[in-house]
C-alpha cells in the first residue's frame, strides 16, 4: 500500500478503499454502513469515486440523491 492517500496526497492513511483498495487518509475516506446477512451491518470506507458508483456501493443511490 501507498504511503500517500491516492486522492489528496496527504498522510498518514488510515484506511483502504474497499473495493479499489486506494489508500485514504481520514479526510477523503467516505463511510458506510454495509447489511451483510441477517441482521449484521458492516463498517467500511470508500473512496470519493466508489462511494458513487452502484457496482461497488449498494448504498450509491443515496449519494446521488445528495447532490
Known sequence: MDHVCGVCGR???FTACADCRM???ACCACFELLAEGCGTV???YFCPSCVRNPLANPNAIFWQ???
Request: a negative charge.
Open 65 to 67: 440523491m445528495k447532490e
Open 11 to 13: 498522510d498518514p492513511i
Open 23 to 25: 489508500p485514504l487518509c
Open 42 to 44: 458492516v463498517p467500511v
